[in-house]
C-alpha cells in the first residue's frame, strides 16, 4: 500500500515538499554516491529511512519501470562503504560471504532496481582499527576510483528485453556459446570505417561483460579518429602491417603486437604495406555504437 500511496502522491503532485526536494536533487545528479558505515551487514537507519521516502513509486520505479527502464536509466550510482571486517573475511570461502551478495538489496534491489547504472562498490575494510597513514592510503585509493569513474566496469543486471510481458525469461535468449568459427562469423562495416567479424557479442551469443572480433583495415586506408569513453579496448595484430595513432602518440605495429587502449583515448589505426591488416580486439564492457564517437571524417 506505502508504493500505491507513493505513486498517487507522484500522480497528483502531493508529495511532501521536503520528499519532492530530495527527489529534484536525484533527478539533478548524473552520479549518485552513497557512503555510509556499514552496520550489522546493512545500511544504517538513517540512510534507509531516507531511500524508502525518497526512491517513490512512479518516478523511481513502477510496474515495468525498472532495471535497464527504470526511472533513473542513464544516471550512475556508487556505494561507497566503511566496515570494521578485514578482505579475508569476505570473498567465497570467507566467513561472512561474497561483498556483492550481502549488498544485492541495495545494489540490485535499490539503485539497479530503479534504473541506476550501478558502479563497482568502493570498500574501505577494518577501519576503525587501522593506523592513520592506513586510513589516509584508503582515502587515497577512494580518490584514484572516483577520478577514474570511466573505466570502471558496471555491475550486470537483468535487462527486461530477456523477459516475456509477464517477466518470465523468454525461451530464445541466447545460451552461452563457449565456441564460434572465424570463417562462419559475418562481416560488417562499423562506424570507425574498419570491417569487422563478430566472434563474441552478448545480443548473440550470450557472454556478459566482453567482446571479441577480429578487424581488416586495407592497405593505404585509415580508420576514422574516434574513441569510446567506457570502454576499454585491446588490438591483438595476425596479420599485415599497421601504424597505430593512440592519443597523441603514433607508432608502427606488426604480427604479435598487442595494443592497450584506455577508455576515452582517441585513436585510429592504418593499414601499410601490401597485405591487409588484421587483428583481434577484445572490448570491455562489450562494443557498443553508442559508445563510439567519431572525432574526425575522411575524404
Known sequence: MYALEQRHAVETGTLPADIRAEVEKVE??????????????????????????????????????????????????????????????????????????????LLQGTLAYAGFTVLPPFVAYHVPYISDEARQAILAQYRDTLLALDALVPLDFPRLADYDDTLRPKVNLPRPTVKTRLAEAPAFITKDGSEIRVLLQPDLHGNRNQSLAEATVPPGIRTLLHRHPVTEEIYHVTAGEGLMTLGSTSFEVGVGDSILIPPGTPHCIEGRGVLPLRFLCCCSPAYSHEDTELLDAQE
Open 28 to 105: 539533478w545528479c548524473d552520479l549518485l554516491i552513497l557512503s555510509f558505515p556499514m552496520y550489522g551487514f546493512s545500511l544504517p537507519a538513517i540512510l534507509k529511512g531516507w531511500i524508502d521516502r525518497v526512491f517513490v513509486c512512479g518516478r523511481f520505479y513502477g510496474g515495468k519501470r525498472i532495471y535497464d527502464r527504470g526511472g533513473m536509466r542513464g544516471k550512475r550510482a556508487l556505494a561507497a562503504l566503511s566496515l570494521g571486517g578485514r578482505t579475508h573475511m569476505f570473498g567465497r570461502e570467507g566467513i561472512h560471504g561474497e561483498m556483492n551478495l550481502m549488498l544485492c538489496p
